[in-house]
Nanobody, 123 residues
Framework: QVQLVESGGGLVQAGGSLRLSCAAS????????MGWFRQAPGKEREFVAT????????YYADSVKGRFTISRDNAKNTVYLQLNSLKPEDMAVYYC????????????????WGQGTQVTVSS
Protein backbone atom coordinates (compact mmCIF):
# COMPACT_ATOMS: atom_id res chain seq x y z
CA GLN A 1 0.00 0.00 0.00
CA VAL A 2 1.25 3.47 -0.90
CA GLN A 3 -0.07 6.65 0.66
CA LEU A 4 0.30 9.82 -1.39
CA VAL A 5 -0.09 13.35 -0.09
CA GLU A 6 -0.01 16.35 -2.42
CA SER A 7 0.86 19.87 -1.35
CA GLY A 8 1.87 23.19 -2.86
CA GLY A 9 -1.37 24.25 -4.48
CA GLY A 10 -2.76 27.72 -4.05
CA LEU A 11 -3.88 30.92 -5.71
CA VAL A 12 -1.62 32.46 -8.33
CA GLN A 13 -1.99 35.09 -11.01
CA ALA A 14 -1.87 34.14 -14.67
CA GLY A 15 1.73 33.89 -15.76
CA GLY A 16 2.85 32.88 -12.30
CA SER A 17 4.39 29.66 -11.01
CA LEU A 18 3.74 26.98 -8.43
CA ARG A 19 5.58 23.86 -7.37
CA LEU A 20 3.47 20.89 -6.37
CA SER A 21 4.88 18.10 -4.24
CA CYS A 22 3.66 14.55 -3.77
CA ALA A 23 5.09 12.78 -0.73
CA ALA A 24 4.79 9.01 -0.54
CA SER A 25 4.80 6.71 2.44
CA UNK A 26 4.28 3.02 2.98
CA UNK A 27 6.45 1.81 0.11
CA UNK A 28 9.61 2.90 -1.66
CA UNK A 29 8.63 5.33 -4.36
CA UNK A 30 11.40 4.16 -6.68
CA UNK A 31 9.32 1.04 -7.37
CA UNK A 32 6.60 3.11 -9.02
CA UNK A 33 6.11 5.18 -12.11
CA MET A 34 4.37 8.39 -11.10
CA GLY A 35 1.84 10.59 -12.77
CA TRP A 36 0.10 13.91 -12.29
CA PHE A 37 -3.49 14.36 -13.37
CA ARG A 38 -5.95 17.20 -12.96
CA GLN A 39 -9.67 17.70 -12.86
CA ALA A 40 -11.46 20.99 -13.36
CA PRO A 41 -15.08 21.52 -12.26
CA GLY A 42 -17.49 19.86 -14.65
CA LYS A 43 -14.71 18.23 -16.63
CA GLU A 44 -13.21 14.77 -16.80
CA ARG A 45 -9.91 14.02 -15.13
CA GLU A 46 -7.06 14.51 -17.58
CA PHE A 47 -3.46 13.44 -17.82
CA VAL A 48 -0.81 16.08 -17.15
CA ALA A 49 2.59 14.38 -16.85
CA THR A 50 4.26 11.10 -15.99
CA UNK A 51 7.76 10.03 -15.00
CA UNK A 52 9.43 6.64 -14.98
CA UNK A 53 10.76 4.92 -11.88
CA UNK A 54 14.31 6.13 -12.51
CA UNK A 55 13.24 9.56 -13.72
CA UNK A 56 14.86 9.02 -17.12
CA UNK A 57 11.59 9.09 -19.07
CA UNK A 58 8.89 11.73 -18.95
CA TYR A 59 5.78 12.47 -20.98
CA TYR A 60 3.55 15.53 -20.96
CA ALA A 61 0.13 16.49 -22.19
CA ASP A 62 0.38 18.82 -25.18
CA SER A 63 -1.44 21.51 -23.23
CA VAL A 64 1.35 21.76 -20.63
CA LYS A 65 4.42 20.85 -22.65
CA GLY A 66 7.12 23.48 -22.25
CA ARG A 67 5.44 25.01 -19.21
CA PHE A 68 5.28 22.17 -16.67
CA THR A 69 8.11 19.93 -15.49
CA ILE A 70 7.77 16.66 -13.62
CA SER A 71 10.67 15.41 -11.52
CA ARG A 72 11.31 13.04 -8.66
CA ASP A 73 13.66 12.56 -5.73
CA ASN A 74 13.54 8.89 -4.84
CA ALA A 75 15.75 9.46 -1.80
CA LYS A 76 13.05 11.76 -0.42
CA ASN A 77 10.18 9.61 -1.69
CA THR A 78 8.76 12.70 -3.37
CA VAL A 79 7.60 13.67 -6.84
CA TYR A 80 7.29 17.25 -8.01
CA LEU A 81 5.40 19.16 -10.65
CA GLN A 82 6.74 22.61 -11.50
CA LEU A 83 4.02 24.75 -13.04
CA ASN A 84 5.23 27.82 -14.93
CA SER A 85 3.44 30.36 -17.10
CA LEU A 86 0.13 29.37 -15.56
CA LYS A 87 -3.06 30.07 -17.46
CA PRO A 88 -6.65 30.29 -16.19
CA GLU A 89 -7.35 27.01 -17.99
CA ASP A 90 -4.79 25.29 -15.76
CA MET A 91 -7.06 25.81 -12.76
CA ALA A 92 -8.04 22.42 -11.36
CA VAL A 93 -7.49 19.96 -8.55
CA TYR A 94 -4.16 18.27 -9.20
CA TYR A 95 -3.67 14.64 -8.21
CA CYS A 96 -0.57 12.52 -8.10
CA UNK A 97 -0.77 8.80 -8.71
CA UNK A 98 1.54 5.78 -8.50
CA UNK A 99 1.73 2.84 -10.86
CA UNK A 100 3.61 -0.35 -10.09
CA UNK A 101 4.82 -0.65 -13.67
CA UNK A 102 5.98 1.53 -16.54
CA UNK A 103 4.80 5.05 -17.28
CA UNK A 104 1.27 5.52 -18.52
CA UNK A 105 -0.90 8.44 -19.59
CA UNK A 106 -4.10 6.59 -18.59
CA UNK A 107 -5.42 7.22 -15.12
CA UNK A 108 -7.12 3.81 -15.16
CA UNK A 109 -3.71 2.15 -15.05
CA UNK A 110 -2.60 3.77 -11.80
CA UNK A 111 -2.88 1.91 -8.52
CA UNK A 112 -2.72 4.62 -5.86
CA TRP A 113 -3.96 8.20 -5.71
CA GLY A 114 -3.54 11.18 -3.46
CA GLN A 115 -6.34 13.41 -2.24
CA GLY A 116 -5.47 16.29 -4.54
CA THR A 117 -4.36 19.89 -4.19
CA GLN A 118 -6.24 22.87 -5.60
CA VAL A 119 -4.57 25.20 -8.09
CA THR A 120 -6.43 28.44 -8.73
CA VAL A 121 -5.26 30.84 -11.43
CA SER A 122 -6.64 34.35 -11.55
CA SER A 123 -6.71 36.28 -14.81
Amino acid sequence: QVQLVESGGGLVQAGGSLRLSCAASGRTLSNYAMGWFRQAPGKEREFVATISRSGSTTYYADSVKGRFTISRDNAKNTVYLQLNSLKPEDMAVYYCAARNWAVSTSGREYDYWGQGTQVTVSS
